[in-house]
């Protein structure tokens, strides 16, 4: 019964609800539902509305919680993450503040490269670690389910074992872990002027190691002046689709290079950063479904313009919010942060932040059927706040408002506790 709750009396049952993402206006719309109840058996939403819908059940045989005066709602996603990696960049954070830019220390050997370092030193254990210590800390801010990529490897060995890593994390802790394979992330030294080398490596070596083990469900490149070309990574791409895999893109993050036209044109399940997409990738975007993954925290954490959210949104986007939790350009989980740069600095309104970190976030993974929403059928993941509405989440700036996550219907985290 340890999975079969009763929450009644919530002031807000804000349900997101919905099987696919939300794009434009339809995002203003969280169907929210005032003194509302929900009822989890067995792990799965199965009633859902006010307290009439309590009737077919024995609260006995339930964990009842009484959400008087707290705001519920569905359990966060954060679609995009890079949280397997060995060392940090503080160093790195230092410099920037000095005024030398992304590029100018990725270009000196350090940003990715520096972190590529130390994750190939790092042993499964060792990542594994970091990452539970890193998960829980996610879970206390109310994330759910979380995206994390590889990436930090470049090479055969340390890909699978970043890969490997999450894999063996699903099963040890409540989060759900979707994996995207990055090995496209960064030029190894190894490899350095034999780009295309390095790409015929991942498609004809890595590529297949991961399909064959299922250690990832997307592919993802960084498409960026410097790093892959438009043709290299619609080469790598392709090859994945090919393969089975779904496709995602950093794009257009510092150049406005066609990220986001090639993320519509390959029908990539998300195009994520855009601080440079063009007004046409952002109509390609609309018109193709493709989810824009949008990452205020990072944008903030290097002193850059922010994507433009509004304008997406305006376009008829599909706006998703991830934090881009990584040791270099953003190393941050919080949530809280991130709802409020999207709403203070992208012009976002709180209904489509919440929206973006809900049911579009779950679309950015290809699981709005699923999770995302507080609707009968889907897995019984909740948040409740310490406060009667969902609008303290970006009004409480940077701290974390969540007092009770439910996973499947077993709470995983109290602040009480």
Known sequence: M?????????????????????????????????????????????????????????????????????AVLPGFVD?????????????????????????????????????????????????????????????????????????????????????KAMEELKEEQPIDIVATFLGAHAIPSEYKGREEEYIDFICD???????????????????????????????????????????????????????????????ATSADHLLQASPIGIRALAEKNVVATLLPCTAFSLREHYAPGREMIDSGCAVALATDFNPGSCYTESIPLLLALACLQMKLTIEEAITAITINGAAALNRAEEIGSLDVGKKGDVVILEYPSYKFLPYH??????????????VVFNKQQ
């Open 2 to 70: 340890n999975n079969n709750i009763i929450i009644k009396n919530a002031s807000q049952l804000v349900t997101c609800s919905g099987n696919s993402a939300k794009h434009g206006q339809e995002m203003q719309d969280l169907k929210v539902i005032e003194e509302g109840c929900l009822v989890i058996v067995d792990g799965k939403i199965a009633a859902v509305g006010h307290e009439d819908v309590l009737k077919n059940y024995n609260e006995n045989e339930f964990v009842v919680i009484d959400a008087s005066g707290k």
């Open 79 to 163: 679609s995009h993450t890079h949280f397997i990696f060995g060392g940090y960049r503080e160093e790195e954070f230092n410099w920037r503040l000095r005024g030398d830019s992304y590029m100018d220390i990725m270009q000196r050997g350090g940003g990715i490269a520096n972190t590529v370092r130390d994750t190939r030193k790092a042993s499964l254990k060792d990542l594994k670690a970091l990452g539970l210590k890193r998960l829980k800390s996610m879970l206390s801010f109310g994330v759910t389910t979380v995206e994390g990529k590889s990436g930090y490897g470049l090479d055969y060995d340390t890909e699978l074992r970043q890969l």
């Open 205 to 267: 070596k890595v590529l297949p190691e991961v399909a064959k083990h299922s250690l990832a469900e997307f592919c993802d490149v960084f498409c960026e002046k410097n790093v892959f070309s438009i043709e290299q990574s619609r080469r790598l791409l392709k090859k994945a689709q090919q393969m089975g895999f779904k496709l995602k893109l950093h794009a257009d993050e510092i150049v406005r290079l066609g990220g986001a036209e090639l993320a519509a044109e390959l029908g």
């Open 397 to 410: 700036l940077g701290v974390s408002i969540v007092e009770q996550v439910i996973k499947e219907g077993k």
